[in-house]
């Protein structure tokens, strides 16, 4: 069992930051991927970031230049640093995990963190 909980979201004015943490906890038996996901009212979610326990990194075009993500193995969190944030960027933000176990792949996600950018 995997669990993750975000942290961090609140409102802040057009061109702030604000830094997104997600704990996780449970067992994991093999390594895992980590991302970051945002879903505004009325859209799909959509893909922010990803990082992989060894550190390789993917950015959506939308974000990159503006978010960094890191994690940190130690303490079992990553983090979603957001800086230069526009009102596009409101959403509500979910981490997500990728265990492997064998040949199978799991997917857990966090319960989300509303991140509202006003203008």
């Known amino acids: 069992q995997v669990q993750l909980v975000e942290s961090g979201g609140g409102l802040v004015q057009a061109g702030g930051s604000l830094r997104l943490s997600c704990a996780v906890s449970?067992?994991?038996?093999?390594?895992?991927?980590m991302g970051w996901f945002r879903q505004a009212p009325g859209k799909e979610r959509e893909f922010v970031a990803t990082?992989?326990?060894?550190?390789?990194?993917n950015y959506a075009s939308s974000v990159k230049g503006r978010f960094t993500v890191s994690r940190d193995n130690a303490k079992n969190t990553v983090h979603l640093q957001m800086n230069s944030l526009k009102p596009e960027d409101t959403a509500v933000y979910y981490c997500?995990?990728?265990?492997?176990?064998?040949?199978?792949?799991?997917?857990?996600w966090g319960q989300g963190t509303q991140v509202t950018v006003s203008s």
């Open positions: 990082i992989t326990r060894s550190g390789s990194i």
């Open positions: 997500n995990a990728e265990v492997v176990v064998g040949v199978l792949q799991y997917s857990y």
């Open positions: 449970g067992r994991t038996f093999s390594s895992y991927a």
